[in-house]
């Protein structure tokens, strides 16, 4: 029995599911359930095994670059600078706490899913009605449902009255589904399987029994959970970039580490322990130490930008991430659209209106097919049109705090709101009809009807619902003026027009009643109605987001939409978002019929996939990413939660999105809205940009002292111009003070108009590699320079290393405002004084700078002395060339460029 549990119960008749789980409709005994409880086990998802937190956390030390900073400790603890080796340690620590907290906030996706599932479960046992724990439910109990419950097993139907299910979490469809007990194909993907209720989707409407088909792992909720587990995360770009990076470095440092103890040794005759000394400050010069921690801060500085623009990191390196993004898979309800069902078009016996406006809004026209004002005649008509849908209508439209919300049916608000629009007051038109009794609306019948009295004796009924059922029961129309025989055909054209606009169609229609009627019944609307009109739906787009997706395409990011909804619906929403490709869309069923090489050859080209399942999105973003495409996926169900895991940065709604969307992402949408991630990859870009420019500040800075040091051996000094205390000092302190302001320059005007980067290329290209190499030379030449000077006038080794260190930082400080701009000009006042924050770095230096030169424990401690103030003449004077030399490098560079243009 255990293996009828994985059949397609959607096609096949419910005789044959009772006949497979050897049970009826009077469901199981007390004894049989027990049985099979001991053989399919609780109804629950497996919990995954705790991984342990000691290893995950020595986990975050495996990292070429945390393997040099932990080198240069230890070499400084072996120097007895612990003060130093201190700071080193803690940088180390600090970078390995935040990668531990980051990676268990991850681990918390299959919980969240776990709680979606049903507590109790009301279920038939020994032919008595009782309510036992949800896990204890097995394959082949009879489950009750009605309005409100959480499902608690997957059921396949077979007996229902008015059911509604809200599967949203499951296939992203925002409205209620309509089942039935009647099978459907076994191709059908989950949003069309009408006769199944699955684990965790929740019953808004109705009541019903079903037959439990599947429980714990095998229910669809719980193949999603495996899907999460089996997901495997994959890594930034910038980690990528980075421990490459790191390698290249550490290769780099050692190897003219060891050609200069080499050299000393055999060249210059230096004694092994002098050499290995001058070879270990070397390294220390050359290792960036402040590095791991100027990312860490430039990342996090930019995770609070995002949340001021509603973007929510979860784990910090998708920060930058964000800014390599070239495919965004948005799903289109809630994030594309606005989740507020719209009126769009209303079609009477001879005109099709439009209405302009969005969501639940009031403001907002009807326009007349010529798009002028409408003739009296016409309004008369619409008046009673809208009349009908406001008195036949549950739902109620509320105003508070500038925000219209809608209590009820989305389609029923969206019809008070189009009356709004009208003009008419539907408080004051509910006054002055009175509903007198009710027919609700029921899946099986496919409709419903008032009946409603004037207070001046007249009554009428009036009756919307689906257009073939509305239709069947009307014999005439109403023109406007006066009824006539229904013209059926052109009812039918009209809905045909509707449908591939992605519409989703309602009928209106009324008939006179006895003024002394007080019921309604099924016998009363069977015939000889009315028709009125025709209400054509949408879920229209965001503004903002038709928007955002052209800068999207204008920064080289193509958008693709990945909803449950139908095809026509996503269709229509294609090409009023402008989508690239908004033609071609590909079905669930279609990606199933394809083999995985087929779809990989079309998947960049589509850009709109309808009717899909969890494992659609989950093997698009797979395909996606072969293609060496980095991925934004997302969604707010938690069908959504693997595709998000594996996406490249997972994004959840926050407003909307269920818990375990929101565990399995790296970012979460405050506002659930489109245009919030293209302000993020903004964002990303920008944070990746200062990123560059911190790195290209720094390095110049470690190559500076680097053959500082080198220059010395090769010329045979027995002093070296840098001690290794002084050299950390720069590196630690002063680097990291200065390259810190970097990370809060503004965006670059061009940062949304420039395609995505290449992740495949080093984050130091041939360019940055001689500006990094051409700017270390210059700090050399002046830091060693006026080192040869000052001792050269006969001033004492403290002096000249005083003076070589403050020229060293000098040098940083007019760097730093080449580095605000990698090619563009800094000689402009508004670039000039764009960041603040770099002036703030250059006193907050200035100042530390002063005491490191004068105050005494400072000279205790790094071996400095007094200067007086024409040495710091010289010093500014020699350390502002590389200001002037750099500008003129970047002149050249932009007038090569222009000229291969």
């Known amino acids: 029995m255990p293996a009828a549990a994985g059949r397609n119960w959607h096609g096949l008749e419910i005789q044959y599911a009772f006949d497979s789980f050897k049970t009826t409709a009077g469901g199981l005994t007390t004894e049989e359930a027990a049985r099979r409880l001991a053989d399919f086990g609780p109804n629950r998802l497996p919990e995954a095994r705790a991984g342990n937190p000691l290893l995950r956390f020595l986990h975050q030390f495996h990292n070429v670059l945390i393997y040099v900073l932990i080198a240069a400790g230890l070499v400084t603890a072996l120097l007895e600078h612990w003060v130093d080796a201190g700071v080193i340690f803690a940088v180390v620590i600090l970078n390995a706490l935040i990668g531990f907290v980051q990676e268990g906030k991850a681990e918390s996706a299959l919980k969240a899913i776990q709680q979606m599932l049903s507590i109790n479960a009301m279920v038939l046992r020994d032919g008595r009605k009782t309510l036992i724990p949800a896990e204890e439910l097995v394959p082949g109990d009879v489950v009750f449902l009605q309005s409100g419950d959480k499902v608690p097993a997957d059921l396949r139907l077979f007996q229902v009255k008015g059911l509604q299910v809200q599967e949203a979490a499951l296939t992203g469809e925002s409205l209620a589904v309509e089942k039935t007990v009647d099978p459907v194909p076994e191709e059908a993907v989950v949003g069309d399987r009408r006769c199944m209720a699955y684990s965790g989707t929740l ?75 001058a070879a270990v400050s070397l390294a220390v010069a050359a290792i960036p130490e402040g590095l791991p921690a100027i990312m860490t801060i430039t990342l996090a500085i930019g995770v609070e930008r995002m949340a001021r623009r509603n973007a929510i990191i979860r784990k910090l390196p998708a920060v930058e991430t964000l800014g390599a993004v070239s495919i965004i898979c948005s799903d289109k309800t809630g994030t594309l659209t606005r989740n507020e069902m719209t009126v769009r078009t209303i079609s009477t016996a001879s005109k099709l209106f439009q209405l302009t406006g969005t969501g639940y809004d009031p403001h907002g026209g009807i326009l007349s097919p010529d798009a002028g004002s409408l003739d009296t005649q016409d309004e008369a008509l619409l008046q009673q049109i809208l009349l009908a849908a406001i008195l036949c209508n549950d739902s109620v439209l509320e105003h508070s705090d500038d925000e219209w919300t809608v209590q009820g049916d989305p389609m029923e608000g969206a019809i008070l709101v189009a009356a709004m629009k009208s003009g008419l007051d539907i408080e004051v038109e509910k006054k002055r009809y009175p509903r007198t009794d009710l027919i609700p609306f029921d899946p099986e019948h496919r409709f419903m009807a008032t009946l409603n009295h004037s207070h001046t004796g007249t009554a009428f009924i009036y009756l919307k619902g689906a257009p073939e059922q509305v239709l069947e029961m009307c014999s005439g129309q109403n023109s406007g003026n006066g009824d006539q025989a229904l013209n059926k055909a052109y009812w039918l054209d009209r809905i045909e027009e509707m449908a591939p606009q992605g519409q989703r169609v309602l009928a209106i229609a009324y008939k006179p009643a006895a003024a002394r009627s007080s019921e309604l019944t099924f016998a009363d609307v069977e015939n000889d109605l009315i028709m009125l009109g025709l209400f054509g739906f949408i879920d229209p787009p965001r503004q903002e987001a038709i928007e955002a997706v052209q800068s999207c395409h204008r920064a080289g990011i193509r958008v693709k939409m990945i909803t449950g909804d139908h095809s026509a619906t996503a269709l229509a929403i294609a090409r009023q978002l402008k989508l690239r490709n908004m033609d071609k869309v590909l079905t669930g069923r279609e990606i199933d019929a394809m083999s995985e090489q087929e779809l990989r050859q079309q998947v960049q080209n589509i850009d709109v996939y309808a009717r899909v399942n969890p494992e659609h999105k989950l093997i698009l973003v797979r395909l996606l990413q072969q293609h060496g495409l980095i991925i934004i996926m997302t969604g707010d169900g938690v069908n959504d939660a693997p595709a998000l895991k594996r996406a490249d940065v997972g994004i959840a709604m926050g407003r909307n999105g269920t818990e375990a969307a929101k565990e399995a992402a790296e970012m979460v949408l405050a506002d659930d809205n489109f245009a919030s991630i293209t302000a993020a990859v903004e964002e990303g870009r920008t944070v990746y940009d200062n990123l560059k420019k911190a790195l290209l500040f720094i390095l110049p800075t470690n190559g500076g002292q680097a053959l500082i040091i080198l220059a010395a051996i090769m010329l045979g000094f027995h002093q070296m111009p840098l001690t290794p205390v002084q050299i950390l000092w720069v590196n630690m302190v002063i680097s990291v003070t200065l390259a810190l302001s970097l990370a809060f320059e503004p965006p670059e005007k061009n940062a949304m108009q420039r395609p995505p980067r290449d992740t495949s290329k080093p984050i130091l290209t041939v360019y940055l590699l001689w500006r990094i190499t051409f700017v270390s030379i210059i700090l050399m030449g002046g830091t060693f320079g006026l080192f040869l000077w000052d001792t050269g006038q006969g001033a004492s080794i403290e002096h000249a290393r005083t003076v070589a260190v403050n020229t060293l930082v000098m040098f940083q400080v007019f760097y730093l405002l080449n580095s605000r701009y990698i090619t563009t000009s800094i000689f402009n006042w508004e670039r000039f004084t764009g960041n603040p924050y770099v002036l703030i770095a250059i006193t907050v230096l200035i100042i530390l700078q002063i005491g490191f030169t004068y105050l005494a424990p400072m000279q205790a401690m790094f071996g400095t002395t007094a200067i007086d103030f024409f040495t710091w003449v010289r010093i500014v004077a020699v350390s502002s060339l590389v200001l002037f030399l750099v500008e003129l490098e970047k002149y050249i560079v932009r007038r090569k460029a222009s000229e291969y243009r």
């Open 203 to 277: 019953v808004t409407h109705g009541q019903a029994s079903g037959l439990v088909v599947a429980t714990g792992a095998d229910t669809e909720i719980g193949r999603i959970s495996v899907l999460v587990s089996k997901t495997e995360s994959v890594t930034t770009p910038l980690l990528r970039q980075m421990a490459q990076f790191g390698r290249w470095l550490t290769i780099v440092i050692l190897g003219i580490a060891a050609f200069t103890f080499a050299f000393g040794m055999l060249v210059r005759d230096y004694m092994a322990a002098e050499m290995f000394l």
